[in-house]
């Protein structure tokens, strides 16, 4: 049974730092597409950060050069490092999994974030 589950949300201040955790099982993240995604109140998801295989990453444009996507395999998780944070990056956040050769995806449950002074 795969499990994604996120830790590491909270409230921080405008321009803080805050790091999410993914912690995978039922698959190995080393040999997934791994990405981070958003949903704000009343919007529709949307993608953060990805990690492929090969470990090339991708950002949201939105996030680019404040946010960086990071992979451990010996632990099993994938991390997302959160800096020079804005109000409008308030959201809840999901890790996603996506296995090599296979058209499944999986879903965490959700880390809230909230930017705010």
């Known amino acids: 049974q795969v499990q994604l589950v996120e830790s590491g949300g909270g409230l921080v201040q405008p321009g803080g730092s805050l790091r999410l955790s993914c912690a995978a099982s039922g698959l190995t993240v080393g040999r997934c597409t791994m990405g981070w995604y958003r949903q704000a109140p009343g919007k529709e998801r949307q993608l953060v950060a990805r990690?492929?295989?090969?470990?090339?990453?991708n950002y949201g444009d939105s996030v680019k050069g404040r946010f960086a996507i990071s992979r451990d395999n010996a632990k099993n998780t994938v991390d997302l490092q959160m800096n020079s944070l804005k109000i409008e990056d308030t959201a809840v956040y999901y890790c996603?999994?996506?296995?090599?050769?296979?058209?499944?995806?999986?879903w965490g449950q959700g880390t809230q974030v909230t930017v705010s002074s």
């Open positions: 990690i492929r295989l090969s470990g090339s990453t």
């Open positions: 996603y999994a996506e296995p090599f050769g296979t058209q499944y995806n999986y």
